[in-house]
């Protein structure tokens, strides 16, 4: 692996790892499976692309970005929430939604940035190489957001959102408004994945439509992978293993994608994560099984 | 005090499963008055405390709690009036959380969550105390998760729990019915305890005729979603388990008895 691709991956793991936060705030703290992002994602890169051409500060148009993936997770919430639609279909039907709300945002179905200013412009001119100048600019902001999310879930607020997630009756029973965190989380989720697709228009120079489709599998792998490298109970140790997860996800894919022995193509990509996701899923069930298993057939050889 | 005037329930109306569960419930529980509550299966005791607490809204009659009209309030919003403990004891807290999150949860109850620390070191001080008054050592335990104490460890830390927001009133409901003989004595002695030295307003749902009149002040006696015994003072202390025992068969027996009949015994 080149020192570029090396780099490279560790940019795409960062700006992703925003997505694996806000997978594992819906899916594990919240246990509510949102399928949301593979539009949100699109969403954020769209608005952020349509704002810098419109010659709006680079930091503006990110916040836009993330308002309007928390703009797109209350839809899913108040579909399953207010209308009791199952949150796996309430999420589906948003992100076909936000395929065409995409489309609409731009005009188009992508948008190039070549000349616009991005929030890394002002580091680009450091004596840096830019290749070295992205992961760190994005490392920092995924280091902010680590923070704050872990002092916000450290929060009455965020301890009564973790309690809606582990056990929504007794939550209720203690008083919180267990709706309010559901609309409050899988916003958050969102608006943390509409900030990751912004930053990745600004990294890579573009956003397209079709950016968005398998967003919610990289990001299941980045937790799942962060999980199993950082088995941690404290929260914010969870949030670093999510981060971690995204770079070591990342940073494995670029490995099988450089070796040419496996003969694997880029496009392949999607393949090769699907089939990751489904066996680190499956992993745990057969370790379960095995040490099931284990004390009977050394009962057996004795 | 606890003002309850004709409320009914029905699960599932206009189904084929349609259920009156509470036809008509009347009562006044005066404050710090400790009731306990018997009758068969599906006699209404849960659907009663959950009308109390919020988890049914009745579709008539009314109920106040302290002077405060709250029939249209929600679960949530009476969680500030009313504290509850479960017969499930994993009903009751979150096993994923520890022992101080979960105490920090009941403590904010009825309160606005913000954004301040859940656990600041003030606050941590304030519930080892309070759990090292429970005398099981579990105040070296903060940190560990709430699952992985004993069902009896956690029915007592939920009785804590119901008592750190300065609530009045305490729903049991068959709370001691996971555990086993010698730790339900314990919990029951823990929640005479925490009852009397909190004042509590208290309803205690239980299938035991002995705790029914060994604890409390009064006892209920539902049947079919209504109240059919009510008895309180030297009535109650006259009365005996076989007594209880043969109204209670009179009741599965499904023969209309009068309350008059009833209190013959
Ligand atoms: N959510 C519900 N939906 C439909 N029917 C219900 C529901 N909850 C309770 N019921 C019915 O209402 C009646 C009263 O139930 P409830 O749980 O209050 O009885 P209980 O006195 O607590 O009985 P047990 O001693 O078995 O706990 C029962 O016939 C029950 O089947
Ligand atoms: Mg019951």
Do not use: Y
């Given at each position: 692996m080149t020192e570029i691709a090396l780099f490279g991956a560790i940019e795409i793991g960062l700006v992703y790892a925003l997505v694996a936060i806000g997978v594992y705030l819906s899916f594990r703290i919240l246990d509510f499976p949102d399928l949301t992002v593979d539009g949100s994602f699109p969403l954020g890169a769209a608005v952020c692309a349509v704002l810098l051409i419109a010659g709006v500060n680079p930091w503006l148009a990110s916040l836009a970005a993330a308002l309007a993936g928390a703009a797109a997770g209350l839809v899913t919430a108040t579909l399953n929430v207010r209308f009791k639609i199952l949150h796996l279909l309430a999420s589906i039907l948003t992100m076909i939604a936000l395929f065409s709300v995409n489309l609409r945002v731009m005009g188009r179905p992508n948008v190039a940035l070549l000349m616009q200013d991005t929030v890394l412009t002002p580091f680009y001119g450091l004596g840096i190489p830019d290749h070295i100048v992205r992961p760190l600019v994005v490392g920092v902001i995924v280091a902010v957001v680590v923070l704050l999310l872990a002092r916000f879930l450290a929060s009455e607020f965020g301890l009564a959102m973790r309690a809606t997630g582990v056990n929504a009756r007794m939550a209720r029973a203690q008083g919180v408004d267990t709706d309010a965190h559901v609309y409050a989380g899988i916003a958050l989720s969102n608006g943390l994945t509409g900030l990751a697709g912004a930053l990745f228009a600004q990294t890579n120079g573009f956003a397209d439509v079709t950016t968005g489709i398998g967003t919610i599998v990289v990001g299941l792998a980045a937790v799942i992978v962060g999980e199993t490298v950082l088995p941690a109970r404290a929260l914010a140790l969870a949030l670093v293993g999510c981060v971690a997860g995204s770079i070591l996800y990342r940073l494995a894919v670029q490995l099988a994608l450089s070796a040419d022995a496996i003969g694997l193509q880029a496009s392949d990509l999607n393949l090769v994560t699907a089939v990751l996701v489904a066996v680190a899923l499956i992993l745990p069930r057969l370790k379960a099984k095995a040490s099931r298993s284990a004390p009977r057939s050394t009962r057996a050889a004795k | 005090m606890i003002v309850v005037e004709d409320i009914h329930v029905t699960f599932g109306r206009g189904t084929p499963l349609e259920k009156h569960a509470l036809r008509g419930v009347d009562l006044t529980i005066p404050e710090g008055e400790f009731v306990t509550v018997i009758g068969s299966n599906g006699a209404g005791k849960s659907t009663f405390l959950g009308s109390l607490a919020g988890d049914v809204l009745a579709e008539q009659g009314r109920i106040a709690i302290d002077g405060t009209d709250v029939t249209r309030w929600d679960t949530p919003r009476r969680a500030g009036l009313v504290a509850r403990v479960f017969q499930?004891?994993?009903?009751?807290?979150?096993?994923?959380?520890?022992i101080e999150e979960n105490m920090a949860l009941a403590a904010a109850r009825g309160r606005r969550r913000g954004l301040s620390l859940a656990l600041g070191s003030d606050r941590r001080k304030g519930f080892r105390d309070r759990i090292a008054a429970l005398g099981l050592g579990l105040e070296n335990r903060l940190?560990?998760?709430?699952?992985?104490?004993?069902g009896g460890q956690r029915q007592a830390v939920s009785l804590l729990m119901a008592t750190l927001a300065g609530s009045k009133i305490l729903l049991l409901d068959e709370h001691t019915a996971a555990l086993d003989p010698a730790t339900a004595d314990f919990v029951l002695d823990l929640t005479r305890r925490i009852v009397r030295d909190n004042r509590l307003t208290t309803l205690m749902v239980t299938h035991s005729m002995r705790q029914a009149l060994d604890y409390g002040d009064r006892t209920l006696m539902l049947h079919e979603g209504r109240v059919v015994l009510d008895v309180a003072g030297e009535e109650r202390a006259g009365l005996d388990v076989p007594h209880l025992l043969a109204l209670f068969a009179r009741q599965r027996g499904g023969a209309e008895i009068s309350d008059d009949s009833l209190l013959i015994g």
């Open positions: - | 499930d004891p994993m009903a009751g807290s979150c096993a994923a959380l520890t940190h560990d998760r709430m699952g992985l104490l004993s």
